[in-house]
């Protein structure tokens, strides 16, 4: 994507409108471009700043979108606010209603056995005219079988949900490789549509409070959300240094 990115903590982040992004989504599935779209939010950025190769997977992806308000309260304070805030998961969606409208084809990779499985039959059900061309799990051992097993099935557009950084390595190290339109790393998202998480009510998250919700609803997460408040401890570092 042609536009300058914002800068939060060395992750260069687009800022698109929910129609830009499918548009652009659906220009690179048409170019059928294998082009990546990573969905950063501060436990990742956090992450890419101690582990250079995740940095790397992230800032040469075609599309870099803002998941989650922490880093638009990040970029906020750092005197550049980014306007839109689109979480992959939002951003997934609307994509494959757009998708449906078109019979595209999408795969879904990642999460426990059956899990892909199930997401597919309510994707279908969901966006009716969508087509899962194919799925496999996040668990396998070998690259090779599983690129085939995408490349056979065409996919326009294909779902990686393997975790951070896992997801967003694995996308760069294999889109030469890759048959495919569009991917995007998508983490928990599988699991979302498969049904077996669910995401917070509406007013959560428009109050900004998805974050919130999911640590209560599973507090094993405590660990990976101390990295919210690190985060803005950073961001409140750098903006003293500017
Ligand atoms: N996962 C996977 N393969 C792995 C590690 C993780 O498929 O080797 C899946 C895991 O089952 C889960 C998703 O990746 O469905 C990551 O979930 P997480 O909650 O970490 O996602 P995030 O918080 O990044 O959205």
Redesign the pocket.
């Known amino acids: 994507m042609k536009q300058q990115r914002t800068d939060v903590l060395g992750v260069g982040f687009n800022d698109l409108t929910m129609e830009q992004a499918v548009d652009w989504a659906m220009e690179q599935m048409q170019r059928h471009a294998a082009a990546r779209v990573v969905t950063p939010?501060p436990?990742?950025v956090m992450l890419c700043r101690r582990n250079p190769a995740a940095a790397a997977a992230v800032n040469s992806a075609e599309l870099v979108l803002p998941d989650g308000v922490g880093v638009l309260y990040g970029a906020r304070i750092l005197g550049r606010p980014i306007a839109n805030r689109l979480p992959?998961i939002d951003f997934a969606s609307a994509l494959m209603a757009r998708m449906a409208q078109q019979n595209m084809r999408v795969f879904l990779l990642?999460?426990?056995p059956g899990?892909a499985e199930a997401a597919a039959k309510r994707l279908e059900a969901q966006f009716p005219g969508l087509t899962v061309a194919g799925v496999n799990?996040?668990?396998f051992k070998e690259d090779a079988p599983v690129i085939e097993k995408i490349n056979a099935a065409r996919p326009d557009f294909l779902l990686v949900?393997?975790?951070?950084p896992?997801?967003e390595l694995w996308m760069q190290q294999y889109a030469a490789q890759l048959d495919v339109g569009l991917m995007a790393g998508?983490?928990?998202?599988?699991?979302v549509f498969a049904g077996n998480v669910r995401r917070a009510p509406a007013f959560w998250r428009r109050a900004g409070l998805e974050w919130f919700y999911r640590l209560c609803s599973d507090p094993r997460r405590i660990g990976?959300m101390m990295q919210i408040p690190k985060f803005l401890l950073v961001v409140f570092a750098e903006r003293r240094k500017q």
């Open positions: 939010n436990e990742i992959g990642g999460a426990k899990v799990d996040g668990y949900c393997l975790g951070a896992k997801q998508l983490g928990g998202a599988m699991d990976r």
